[in-house]
């Protein structure tokens, strides 16, 4: 490329083409940026010179990623998390470089040469791994945090080990080094987090006040930079001063907001700096040494898995999250290609040893996202015990749910849930809950709720809670990601079923409708109205006319009770003559099909299309000259009298 012009809109345009080719074959997009890197480096086409400047901004991917994930956590959860990440991050160090040191000795290259490559080994891909969990929605999971907490601690591990290496070469004091790197590490840190909590609120507040999207965006920008390169000045990574910048502003109500400025940055230099290490893969010495290269790969990764998940079951954690445990820790890491540099430029290994450990350690980077991606079906083979015991806990539900129909799944019973419980039991409504919380279903059961230990976002789950048999699902937990994968698991095995999903704000309303949710309740919205009636109340505003004005808002936001708060005087009105909500799947060998829905005249029945959904996309109050096709799922309201009238008409009985 002749101008740096030029070489820019090379990269995008093979980024463009390289993400829609990947994510069309049901791959990571990184590795679309890595063939990149790979095929425009100077072991290939030559077309991108690989230059200290250009991994210096490649490094200011890893640096957004970092502080997304900070975001993502507290210092209470990091305080829950110290097992994870000094417990089981610290011994994973350690048993690495210990390995290290017995495959130098057995190589006979020495017990200094064996212990820095022992600190190459025990380095993985925090840019890769964390980025692959972050996007299956895997970082709150049991192996995600012990994976992420073992990524914390290399981070950490990185710092002594930049100064150990040297020391090994030159026979110095490394003790002392040692002693003080660490006391600056500590008093830095201790310096941020104590200032950091005190100052970081007050001063977002400051810059909030001003209303102004570019003076926060700076403000964003001067604080994740700021805090990388404060923790750079320490003795410690960059990466980690950008986490500990998010994990202090996810203290604040700013976080959202934080998260949506800075993304767009995090993804354009992850890009970069993925590409920065393809381009690192010399393919000629691939192509002459392509048998050598396998096999120490494969070493190097199996001996990664084997340490890791052995470690993992040593440490009590079932036997499945310990194998996708050593998948995600199984591959080299970025700090890992820097540990090697610094050990060949002292001359504990030669330029040989050097290039093929660089090879190795690239091309596990790069089977990375494929064992993280399908670590699942691995388990399925190498933890067939585990998956016993879980289909053991299908079972249980099985057996639970057995007798039991039209009743309403809670997915999560939490405070929401149980809230919900209570309703449906007051209205005779039968219902099946679903939680992950040992402890939360140990006390329901033994008050007589009727909940289960299942994961709700899986199939089997759902399926043996009596899915096909039910009424509704109610979403209660407050996790888009997790709300997504059980719309897609309700979606498959019962289309049209009604899902009522909880959040906390309207971002994901839209994601969430498209992926199969008949409601979408908005915590903001419904804390909105109960203190906008509080304050009309005590405003003097007569409760009549601020009971019409909650009926109208909520009209407008729930399209599905549109003209169904009558009055006050509807609850002296009998049961049986109450209006109700029904909805109807249209399968191709009902009568309706193809018929207009003035055709069916249900106004003379007393029963109203509410709404009808086709291919996902949700339209309210259809016309008559609206046209029924199989597949449509349409929420017709009447008395019931009416509605079951309304299910001969259609065809349905």
């Keep these: ?54 991994r210096h901004l490649a490094e200011f991917g890893v640096v957004f990623l970092m502080f997304s994930i900070g975001l993502e956590f507290s210092l209470a959860k990091l305080r829950v998390m110290r097992r994870q990440v000094f417990g089981f991050g610290g011994l994973q160090v350690i048993l690495s470089m210990l390995a290290g040191l017995a495959a130098g000795l057995a190589l006979g290259l020495g017990w200094a040469a064996g212990v820095a490559l022992g600190g190459v080994l025990a380095m993985s891909s925090t840019a890769i791994v964390s980025k692959l969990l972050a996007d299956q929605n895997e970082l709150d999971q049991p192996h995600g945090k012990l994976i992420l907490g073992a990524l914390l601690f290399q ?50 507040h400051l810059i909030a006040k001003r209303k102004s999207s570019e003076l926060f965006m700076l403000n964003v920008l001067l604080i994740t930079l700021g805090l990388a390169y404060a923790t750079e000045v320490a003795g410690l990574s960059l990466a980690l001063g950008a986490f500990v910048a998010g994990v202090l502003i996810s203290e604040t109500e700013y976080r959202y907001q934080v998260e949506s400025d800075i993304r767009p940055f995090r993804d354009v230099l992850m ?43 040593a440490l009590r954690e079932p036997a499945h999250i310990a194998v996708r ?13 820097v540990l090697l540099g610094l050990t060949a430029s002292h001359g504990l290994i030669g330029p040989g040893m050097e290039q093929t450990v660089l090879a190795a350690l690239m091309l596990s980077m790069i ?83 009727n909940v289960v ?50 959040t906390i704000d309207e971002n994901d309303l839209d994601r969430l409708k498209e992926a199969g949710a008949t409601e979408v309740v908005p915590e903001v919205l419904e804390g909105a109205l109960m203190l906008g009636s509080q304050t009309l109340l005590m405003a003097g505003v007569p409760l009549a006319t601020v009971l019409k004005r909650i009926r109208q808002m909520r ?35 009902l009568k309706c099909v193809d018929m207009r829905l003035g055709d069916l005249e249900l106004d003379d029945i007393g029963v109203q299309v509410v709404a009808v959904r086709r291919h996902g996309i949700r339209g309210s109050e259809p016309n008559a000259d609206t046209v029924l096709q199989a597949g449509d799922i349409i929420i017709l309201r009447g008395a019931p009298d009416g509605l079951a009238a309304a299910e001969m008409r259609l065809g349905a009985v």
């Design 155 to 204: 981070d950490l591990a990185v710092v002594p080990l930049l100064i150990f290496i040297p020391s090994l070469a030159s026979g110095g004091d490394m003790f002392g080094e040692l002693a003080q790197a660490g006391l600056k590490a500590v008093i830095g840190l201790g310096l941020i987090l104590t200032l950091g909590q005190k100052l970081l609120r007050p001063w977002f």
């Design 555 to 589: 009209e407008q936001r729930y399209s599905s009770l549109r003209g169904f708060f009558s009055g006050l005087d509807e609850a002296e009105q009998n049961q049986n003559e109450q209006e109700r909500l029904l909805p109807l799947h249209i399968t191709p060998n």
């Design 271 to 313: 890009g970069l700096f993925f590409i920065s290490v393809g381009m690192l893969l010399d393919l000629n010495m691939v192509a002459q040494h392509w048998g050598v290269l396998l096999l120490v790969t494969t070493a190097l990764v199996g001996l990664k898995f084997a340490l890791v998940a052995l470690l993992a079951w």
């Design 1 to 54: 490329m002749h101008t740096t012009l030029g070489l820019i809109v090379f990269l995008l345009a093979a980024a463009v083409l390289a993400t829609t080719l990947f994510r069309a074959l049901n791959l990571p997009a990184l590795l679309g940026y890595i063939a990149i890197g790979v095929i425009v480096g100077p072991s290939a086409l030559a077309l991108a010179p690989s230059s200290e400047e250009g």
């Design 367 to 449: 089977a990375a996202p494929f064992l993280v991606q399908y670590s699942q079906r691995i388990v399925q083979r190498l933890a067939g015990s585990e998956w016993l015991h879980r289909a053991q806990d299908v079972h249980a539900i099985a057996v639970k749910s057995f007798g039991v129909s039209d009743h309403v799944i809670l997915c999560g019973y939490g405070r929401n849930g149980q809230g919900l419980a209570r309703m449906l039991e007051a209205e005779g409504v039968p219902f099946m809950a679903l939680d992950d919380d040992p402890g939360r279903i140990k006390a329901a059961v033994a008050a007589g709720d």
């Design 453 to 502: 230990f299942g994961d709700s976002t899986r199939t089997e789950v759902l399926m043996a809670a009596g899915i096909r048999r039910a009424r509704a699902v109610a979403i209660t937990f407050a996790d888009t990601g997790a709300a997504l994968k059980v719309l897609a698991a309700v979606q498959h095995l019962k289309p049209g079923m009604p899902v009522i999903v909880r």
């Design 325 to 337: 445990t050593g998948l995600g820790l199984a591959q080299g890491g970025e700090f890992g290609l």
